[in-house]
């Protein structure tokens, strides 16, 4: 019952609209290749390690569909943008919130200075472990990430059937049935990378005590993230 009120109090955060999903695209869906967003990196590719004080978080980007978010995060890592931030919004079944240097959820640009566009597509969704872009709206990404953390039990008849009616995929809604996941953000957040070791960490971040704005009592912080190559 918990787990169902926090939902449903999310969402009077996060509208839900699921309208238009299927076929509203950004400008980083023009690729044909399929897109496998559980397979583990390749050789060669390039992935982040989140050096957290709770842990390490290892994420897979996806520059072919969202070139511009995986940009943006890589040379705001690389430059120690996000050193020593904190994550500023934390929700138990839901996500943990990050990449803002005040600490406050109201900072933070991106490599631009300035809000760049959405990169919306129907090879990556808002699955458990997702990384995926904060925003203020449509368009508004700066540096602000969340990690999505609901595990498979938040998806409810409900949210199935909603999603149903809605025209998602049956391996979409089959999927996010198996993992979990934040399907009323797709195509209102960004997907542009996975966590594919260290989910065990975002649940312990997850789990922390909050208080006032879902902010962490104590502080948990990203120590850095370093950029690498899978050897």
């Known amino acids: 019952m918990l787990k169902k009120v926090l939902i449903l109090l999310m969402c009077l955060v996060i509208?839900?609209?699921?309208?238009?999903?299927?076929?509203?695209?950004g400008s980083g869906s023009s690729?044909?290749?399929?897109?496998?967003?559980?397979a583990p990196p390749a050789k060669g590719e390039t992935i982040a390690i989140m050096?957290?004080?709770m842990g390490d978080i290892k994420i897979k980007f996806f520059p072919s569909v969202a070139p511009k978010a995986v940009e943006n995060f890589i040379t705001h890592a690389k430059n120690g943008y996000y050193d020593n931030v904190i994550?500023?919004?934390?929700?138990?079944?839901?996500m943990?919130?990050?990449g803002d240097p005040t600490g406050t959820g109201m900072g933070g640009e991106s490599i631009w200075n300035e809000p760049f566009e959405d990169e919306f597509s129907e090879k990556l969704r808002n699955y458990r472990g997702a990384l995926s872009m904060a925003n203020r709206g449509p368009n508004t990404n700066g540096s602000q990430f969340f990690i999505v953390q609901a595990p498979s039990d938040t998806i409810t008849q409900d949210w199935i059937d909603q999603m149903k009616s809605n025209k998602f995929p049956d391996d979409v809604v089959a999927k996010y049935k198996e993992v979990g996941g934040t399907p009323?953000?797709?195509n209102k957040h960004t997907v542009f990378g996975q966590v594919y070791e260290g989910m065990d960490i975002v649940d312990k971040i997850a789990a922390v005590e909050v208080g006032a704005n879902d902010k962490p009592v104590k502080d948990v912080?990203?120590?850095?993230?370093e950029i690498t190559t899978v050897p």
């Open 184 to 186: 009323w953000l797709d």
């Open 221 to 225: 912080r990203i120590l850095g993230i």
């Open 87 to 94: 994550f500023h919004r934390v929700i138990n079944d839901f």
């Open 15 to 25: 509208p839900l609209s699921f309208a238009g999903c299927k076929n509203n695209k």
């Open 31 to 38: 690729s044909d290749a399929e897109i496998d967003q559980f």
């Open 96 to 98: 943990i919130q990050g």
């Open 51 to 53: 050096k957290t004080s």
